[in-house]
């Protein structure tokens, strides 16, 4: 423990603590100061308590900075590999943080927050530590969600200025983070222009406008095929709209649509954008994969040669036989290994280790033969799901257990917004959206406020300000598990081998990558499993380098013990 020197390292946090100020509206500084003081005692007097009780696990070492739990981790501070193997935040921007007190989440207030997220120093062990950030549509739109869009070239004003994300792009990347957008271009707003001319186009029978082809149509007496039309204004012909009226649908056959997405991506990748998320990529051309896995080939093969090291990730929310017709295009999130049934949850609750090693190296196949610079793209929650401290309890070992195993694992695993601090937020009964997107609950005076709609009652995270103070919090957790993964960086990049022990509830795998090799070992049982290196497969290894879950771990002797819902590392 090592409060005692605490009191001089707050003195200089305090003032250069920008942030606060910032979000508390410059109120008077004596009393701002108070108001820390009084914090940082409580903080103090919790971390006290916190880190006796918590198995941090070796390599760790726990003090207090400013009221948060610094958790460190051996060679985490080490310069990391410029690639695509990062860790991701999916930030729901209109709920993350309000920089103007309209209620309304905002860029500068991503921007506010950005030491919450990435400090820029890997040892100070102070920050979530993300990689990589995906903002939900920024641009203009009527609605909370903006995945309606009424003008791709510009930032909603309810978010802020192209200025505005600019210096959050150059914040990102001066602290090595790289930053995507997500663009929605299967349907556009029914308020954007363009929908506008190609309504006027039709009204008037201008088969000539390069309008009139811009939005999938059909006449009355086409087939509808399955999809969903609407009647277009003034005209007998019918508008494609499979997720609404207000959402028609681009036309993907027309040269100007075509060429103006390539204009559009390569606007914001001038901008600084290093990629994108791409929305409902499997309903480009509906009910037909091999049309719409080819367009994204193109689209992103020109993406490519504008900028090679781009980022992609796609939406193909379907079983991986579907989801993999568009590898060969796109990285996409795994939506069989997410959710309440998919196999990280199912795992992390006392479930078969050796199956989700399986799985991943069949994964890595796949991907790998598919195109070779695929990888595998975890995520256990995200803003059209449940989220994922519902289904497996914010306070109990199996979120952290599904943490462990889905971040330490290849590829660019994503994290949804709150879910570092286990927030809850689901559809339910009343089958809104908004309930996953709530405010995020800083603890601190943020006056984010929850989207339109949302009535979500079961609300019993403890806030981030709380959690920081708290070594044995499962923010904590979440900063020590990416500070690992930053600290092995064998996980994410290396030659995958899964380890087959007989018992199936202690299993993990070896990574090698340049060199290095480091093995991951996590026991989903209730109680503490030992076993030989030899018995594992894992002969070899020598040192347990960290251990992190519900228990502890320990190796001697050539014998490895790890505790209930707990993970060991070894070199
Ligand atoms: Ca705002
Ligand atoms: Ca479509």
């Known amino acids: 423990m090592t409060a005692?020197?605490?009191?001089?390292?707050?003195?200089?946090?305090?003032?250069?603590?920008?942030?606060?100020?910032?979000?508390?509206?410059?109120?008077?500084?004596?009393?701002?100061?108070?108001?820390?003081?009084?914090?940082?005692?409580?903080?103090?007097?919790?971390?006290?308590?916190?880190?006796?009780?918590?198995?941090?696990?070796?390599?760790?070492?726990?003090?207090?900075?400013?009221?948060?739990?610094?958790?460190r981790e051996k060679g985490a501070d080490a310069p990391a590999p410029d690639d695509n193997d990062r860790v991701f935040y999916e930030i729901f921007v209109g709920s993350f943080s309000d920089s103007d007190g309209d209620g309304i989440g905002d860029l500068r207030g991503i921007i506010n927050r950005m030491d919450y997220l990435n400090d820029g120093d890997p040892g100070s062990g102070l920050s979530l530590?993300?990689?990589?950030i995906w903002l939900t549509p920024i641009f203009s739109s009527p609605s909370y969600h903006?995945?309606?869009?009424?003008?791709?070239?510009?930032?909603?004003?309810?978010?802020?200025?192209?200025?505005?994300?600019k210096e959050l792009i150059a914040l990102c990347h001066e602290r090595g983070v790289k930053l995507i957008l997500d663009l929605p271009i299967n349907h556009t707003g029914r308020l954007n222009s363009l929908f506008a001319e190609f309504c006027a186009a039709h009204a008037a029978g201008d088969t000539l406008s390069p309008a009139y082809d811009r939005y999938s149509w059909r006449r009355p007496d086409d087939p509808a095929g399955g999809a969903v039309w609407e009647?277009?204004?003034?005209?007998?012909?019918?508008?494609?709209?499979?997720?609404?009226?207000?959402?028609?649908?681009?036309?993907?056959?027309?040269?100007?649509?075509?060429?103006?997405?390539?204009?559009?991506?390569r606007f914001w990748l001038d901008l600084g954008a290093d990629g994108f998320r791409f929305d409902a990529a499997k309903y480009v051309y509906y009910g037909d994969n091999d049309r719409s896995a080819d367009?994204?080939?193109?689209?992103?093969?020109?993406?490519?040669?504008i900028k090679p090291d781009i980022y992609t990730v796609a939406e193909v929310w379907d079983i991986e036989s579907v989801a993999e017709r568009y590898i060969p295009a796109s990285n996409c999130f795994d939506f069989?290994?997410?959710?309440?049934?998919?196999?990280?949850?199912?795992?992390?609750?006392?479930?078969?280790?050796?199956?989700?090693?399986?799985?991943?190296?069949?994964?890595?196949?796949?991907?790998?033969?598919l195109r070779a610079d695929a990888m595998p793209v975890y995520f256990i929650a995200n803003h059209d799901t449940d989220r994922a401290a519902g289904y497996l309890g914010a306070e109990s070992a199996d979120m952290r257990m599904a943490a462990n195993l889905y971040i330490l694992s290849p590829g660019s695993p994503f994290l949804y917004y709150g879910e570092e601090l286990g927030m809850r937020g689901s559809r339910g009964a009343s089958a809104t959206d908004a309930n996953r997107r709530l405010a995020m609950p800083w603890g601190d005076g943020d006056t984010v406020r929850d989207p339109e709609g949302a009535n979500y009652a079961n609300r019993t995270q403890t806030s981030a300000a709380e959690q920081k103070g708290d070594a044995g919090s499962l923010y904590s957790h979440y900063k020590r598990l990416l500070l690992l993964r930053r600290a092995n960086p064998e996980i994410a990049r290396g030659e995958y081998t899964p380890l087959t022990p007989e018992g199936t509830k202690l299993g993990g795998?070896?990574?090698?990558?340049?060199?290095?090799?480091?093995?991951?070992?996590?026991?989903?049982?209730?109680?503490?499993?030992?076993?030989?290196?030899?018995?594992?497969?894992?002969?070899?290894?020598?040192?347990?380098?960290?251990?992190?879950?519900?228990?502890?771990?320990?190796?001697?002797?050539?014998?490895?013990?790890?505790?209930?819902?707990?993970?060991?590392?070894?070199?």
């Open 4 to 71: 005692a020197f605490l009191p001089a390292r707050t003195v200089t946090a305090l003032t250069s603590n920008v942030l606060f100020c910032t979000m508390t509206g410059g109120k008077d500084v004596t009393q701002m100061k108070k108001i820390i003081a009084a914090i940082l005692c409580a903080a103090v007097a919790l971390g006290l308590t916190a880190c006796v009780k918590t198995g941090t696990g070796a390599g760790g070492q726990d003090d207090f900075r400013n009221g948060e739990a610094v958790v």
């Open 129 to 132: 530590g993300i990689e990589g």
């Open 146 to 165: 903006k995945y309606d869009v009424t003008d791709y070239r510009s930032v909603d004003p309810a978010f802020g200025t192209a200025d505005d994300l």
């Open 231 to 265: 009647p277009i204004p003034g005209s007998v012909d019918y508008y494609e709209c499979n997720f609404s009226p207000d959402m028609p649908e681009l036309n993907f056959d027309s040269e100007d649509v075509r060429n103006g997405l390539l204009d559009l991506a």
């Open 295 to 305: 367009f994204w080939k193109w689209y992103i093969g020109r993406l490519r040669e």
């Open 336 to 369: 069989t290994a997410a959710g309440q049934d998919g196999i990280i949850a199912r795992t992390a609750k006392g479930g078969n280790v050796n199956d989700f090693t399986a799985y991943t190296a069949r994964t890595l196949g796949r991907l790998k033969a």
């Open 509 to 571: 795998f070896v990574s090698e990558w340049e060199g290095g090799r480091v093995c991951v070992v996590h026991n989903t049982s209730g109680e503490s499993l030992s076993v030989s290196l030899a018995d594992l497969g894992a002969e070899g290894f020598e040192t347990l380098t960290a251990f992190i879950g519900a228990g502890e771990a320990s190796l001697a002797g050539g014998k490895l013990t790890v505790g209930p819902q707990t993970t060991a590392i070894l070199r």
